[in-house]
């Protein structure tokens, strides 16, 4: 199959990258001309591991290769996948679509033959029907069907979400369609991973549920972690004790400081919004929406606490700024609220993250550190926000000894309390009995 994936951003090198890998032969599209060019280098914009190794393979085997001008690939596409960013829009929270919609038009306009075109982008229900409407309106006499085909990629484990999905959703209703896109997606199907085909809406939706149910899953254990602090429970045990309970499922039951990322906070909010315009308001996200904002400024003031109650002219250390591991991705991380918080307290912050400090430095004034033993310099509390496993096995005497006070704030529990205690810290994990 020839591919062109509009858009390369994560989404958009990712599956373009995994498509290539599959056999197909891709055409990455972006409109950023040094992205491209770096591209073509060989210099992947964003940090995910094996990436950049799989960009390198199907370059080299001709099946994969990058440019920004979209009308000559297009016209000689079977599919072409619109992967371009929907932001949230300023003020309302709806998706901004205004980069899918400039997309359909400049396909529409290139298009030759029968050609697919597909949303991978997370799109509001109901895009698919518009996106269809500026394709004809464009091109009247354009041969295309409008499918709908959502990502469920995590960023950190992008690759191995591709090749090994729990299942592909795919939106359509043409049966020309139906056969490129099995077609596409034949060695996955081979692989047994479920190809589910629905309507275009139900698609759409699909995708917004599954985020959205997502973050509503780790909101309920943040706020059963709370209660654990306060009746004198353990979070961990019991975020094991109910997903053992396979209606439940283990997955997406650690207590944290919150949920961030490029998706769970604009997709609930896009939800939401959509919701409300349909006069069927998704309460129960609305209120997930609102517990994880308040939880990132809440986990600030936890630390506030275990200094003391006073951080004016305190040294804070936190390890990890990136919203999870393994990504140098610092959008809606909750680090930018923890750090926030502390700061407006008076509190003098050093941070080290492995991947994510070039980002963080865009979105923060704090000491950035080369380790994070040299952010816990002189520190009076160290506050592990994000689980790399650079910080799961830290030489904990090392630590003490270069810190003023040692007190560690595990916001991941990553750490044991009596294994840390034993070295002489005071221990303050998420949903442990205090
Ligand atoms: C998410 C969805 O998982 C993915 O299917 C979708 O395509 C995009 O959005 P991503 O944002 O990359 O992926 O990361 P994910 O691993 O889902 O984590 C999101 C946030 O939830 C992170 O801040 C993470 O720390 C937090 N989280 C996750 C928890 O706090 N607890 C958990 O148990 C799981």
Known sequence: MRIVMVGSGYVGLVSGACFADFGHEVVCVDKAEDKIEALKNGVIPIFEPGLDQLVENNVEAGRLSFTTELAGPVSEADVVFIAVGTPSRRGDGHADLGYVHAAAAEIAAAVKG???????????????????????????GADVAVVSNPEFLRE????????????????????RARAVMTEVYRPLYLNQSPLLFTSRRTSELIKYAANAFLAMKITFINEVADLCEKVGADVQDVSRGIGLDGRIGSKFLHAGPGYGGSCFPKDTLALAKTAQDYDSPVRLIETTIAINDNRKRAMGRKVIAAAGGDVRGKKIAVFGLTFKPNTDDMRDSPSIAIVQALKDSGAIVSGYDPEGMENARQMMEIDFATSPYKAAEGADVAVLVTEWNAFRALDLNRLKSVMNSPVLVDLRNVYRAAEVEAHGFAYHGVGKAV
Do not use: C, H
């Not at 799109?123 to 009247?140: F, H, L, Q, S, Y």
């Not at 950190?156 to 049966?175: N, T, Y």
């Open 114 to 140: 029968f050609t697919v075109v597909v949303t991978k982008s997370t799109v509001p229900v109901g895009t698919g029907d518009e996106v269809e409407r500026i394709i004809r309106e464009t091109n009247p």
């Open 156 to 175: 950190g484990a992008a690759i191995e979400d591709f090749k090994r999905p729990d299942r592909i959703v795919v939106g359509l209703s043409d049966e």
